[in-house]
């Protein structure tokens, strides 16, 4: 039987969760000043108790790209630990930024930094940290080719590296210019198997 201290706390979970959960909805619905106030209409509870859960919007927005962060790391390390191709796993990496996005509208706001005008500059470096993460794990990918499969990349590994993250990156814009009516993943297969035809020589 639960005692009271972790009900209290699995409670506090919760709430925080939907806090969060809410604030996505409201990014998704691209309401244009999301507040305090509008978000605590929302969740259906006081400004106080907001504040009891976050100190301020910014540890919101924190919590969000935290979610983002374990969400996209925890799969990519599954993809490198799985997959052993270069191609398979630009491939599987590349497909589950794109559907995660898809899936997470609201959160695409928060990775074009469209939500983040205006908000503490370290959101913004935050999310420009993420990226970097994920463009040396494609760097790393591609740096194995050689040793993997004694092929190379057509280009340096930092400009592939690049240019292929700068596809998916324009993809989630896309998205977001589009109101989520355009999907990242459409015509996506066909895409990256001409992407993929010159990547490795």
């Known amino acids: 039987m639960e ?32 507040t305090t106030a509008s978000l605590a209409k929302k969740v259906g509870v006081s400004e106080a ?33 799985e997959q ?8 599987h990496l590349l497909t589950l930024l794109l ?19 205006g908000e503490d500059e370290e959101l913004r470096n935050r999310i420009t940290r993420l990226f970097d993460r994920i463009e040396s794990q494609i760097k790393q990918i591609l740096r194995e080719t050689e040793i993997r499969e004694g092929k190379k990349v057509a280009l340096s590994t930092t400009a592939a590296a690049s240019m292929l993250l700068a596809i998916v990156e324009g993809r989630i814009v896309q998205y977001v210019r589009s109101g ?3 999907p990242p993943t459409h015509e996506w297969p ?6 993929a035809e010159g990547l490795v020589v």
Not at 54 to 75: C, V
Not at 84 to 91: G, K, P, S
Not at 190 to 195: E, F, K, S
């Open 180 to 182: 989520f009516r355009r």
């Open 3 to 34: 005692n009271q201290s972790s009900t209290t706390r699995k409670k506090k979970s919760q709430r925080k969760d939907e806090i969060l959960q809410a604030l996505a909805l409201m990014l998704e619905n691209q309401e244009s000043k999301i």
């Open 190 to 195: 066909v895409q990256w198997q001409h992407l």
């Open 99 to 117: 559907g995660f996005a898809e899936h997470n509208p609201g959160l695409c706001r928060l990775l074009t930094g469209d939500a983040l005008v």
């Open 49 to 81: 108790a907001l504040y009891r859960h976050f100190p301020g919007k910014a540890k919101m927005f924190e919590g969000l790209i935290e979610f983002i962060e374990d969400s996209l790391f925890t799969r990519i390390n599954l993809i490198i630990k």
């Open 84 to 91: 052993n191709a270069t191609l398979v796993r630009c491939e």
